[in-house]
């Protein structure tokens, strides 16, 4: 059974991971804070930094986990999709080590690996039907086994997060948008606002239009009286969060009713959110499928769940060659 190092770095946060025998023994990860003060991930700031943070946090890593460099077995990277420079640090990375130390490199897919983060300790049954929601995706992901997942509904516009996060903006609330805005509202009356709900058919999301009708009210709003935001923050988040969560929902239980699957997970960043948590378990209840929820160290972009993904690919002899390349944009 193999032991594998494994690096994170698709975005903002660099990370890396231990996995030996299907466990994980580490997971370090340095959150770059450079970008708060632009309100969103700046590329070639997160590039810079990733540069800056790898060899500590690989070495912090390896020492967590009481492992020497000369008992990996593989080097694992996210090849993508995500931000192009920040994919190189990373991939760069991982190349030399696997050249240093003549061992395999692992090149794995950063949703899948979200969607893997649920198996952390965990046996999850197949056929399940995982909602993947981040700052970049959001998607009903069909799992049929580790390797074997498809896509049956997607946005047609922003991501679940981007969603959290533009509207917190709104709010004044930094970047990122969605723990903050999760925390106010836990004061809040989530029917206190109710904005308005895109009809959309099938499985699609979309959030650009509720970014919109919650942009006009607030100016409206604001308008009559400039102190409106300060006023009704906590109700305002939580009637926003409500939504946002409610046509989450009503996807995945479109889905469910669509697919016979065995059980219920959730995955991304998002699903660090904890109405959807709550919400989403309810839902399982509902139809009687168990249900799955990463823990929070592994909702949000973590090296952990790259590892999961790559201790699978290992043992299917799926490695990749020293010419392999970063696929910023890579379908699931
Ligand atoms: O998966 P992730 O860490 O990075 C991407 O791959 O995009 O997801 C980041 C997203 C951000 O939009 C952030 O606001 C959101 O996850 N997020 C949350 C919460 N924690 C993180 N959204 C709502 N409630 C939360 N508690
Ligand atoms: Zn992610």
């Known amino acids: 059974m193999p032991t594998i190092l494994a690096i994170e770095s698709s ?3 660099t990370s890396a991971a231990i996995i030996k025998n299907g466990k994980i023994l580490a997971n370090i990860t340095a959150t770059q804070k450079v970008h708060e003060k632009w309100g969103g991930v700046v590329p070639e700031l997160a590039s810079r930094a990733h540069q800056q943070n790898i060899v500590v946090t690989v070495e912090a890593a390896l020492k967590t986990a009481g492992v020497v460099k000369s008992e990996l077995d593989a080097i694992a990277f996210t090849r993508g999709p995500g931000l192009a420079g920040a994919l190189l640090v990373g991939m760069s990375f991982a190349k030399g080590m696997a050249l240093a130390l003549n061992k395999p490199l692992i090149a ?16 999850v049954v197949f056929p399940h039907l ?8 959001t998607q009903l992901v069909r799992v049929d086994d580790f390797d ?5 509904g997607e ?22 948008g969605g723990p903050a805005m999760d925390q106010l509202a836990k004061s809040g009356n989530p029917k206190a606002f109710p904005f308005a709900e895109p009809q959309l058919a099938g499985l699609s999301f979309s959030f650009s239009g509720f970014k919109t009708s919650v942009l006009y009210f607030l100016q409206k709003a604001t308008k009559s009286d400039p102190l409106f935001i300060e006023k009704n923050k906590a109700d305002l988040c939580a009637s926003i969060q409500h939504q946002i969560v409610a046509m989450l929902l009503k996807k995945t239980e479109a889905a469910i009713r669509s697919n016979e699957v065995k059980a219920l997970t959730l995955a991304g960043g998002v699903s660090a959110n904890s109405e959807l948590r709550e919400r989403f378990t309810q839902l399982g209840e509902k139809y009687q499928l168990p249900v799955f929820i990463p823990a929070f160290e592994y909702c949000t972009d973590n090296a952990a769940m790259i590892a999961m993904a790559a201790h699978h690919q290992y043992l299917k002899g799926e490695f990749a060659t020293q010419q392999v390349e970063i696929l910023p944009r890579w379908d699931l």
């Open 148 to 152: 074997q997942m498809e896509v049956i």
């Open 108 to 123: 794995v897919h950063h949703m899948r690996a979200h969607v893997m983060a649920n198996f952390i300790g965990k046996e």
């Open 11 to 13: 975005c903002d946060d």
């Open 155 to 176: 946005t047609i516009d922003d991501a679940a997060g981007e969603a959290f996060d533009k509207t917190a903006k709104l709010l004044g609330l930094p970047y990122p």
């Open 130 to 137: 995982c909602l993947t929601v981040s700052g970049g995706h």
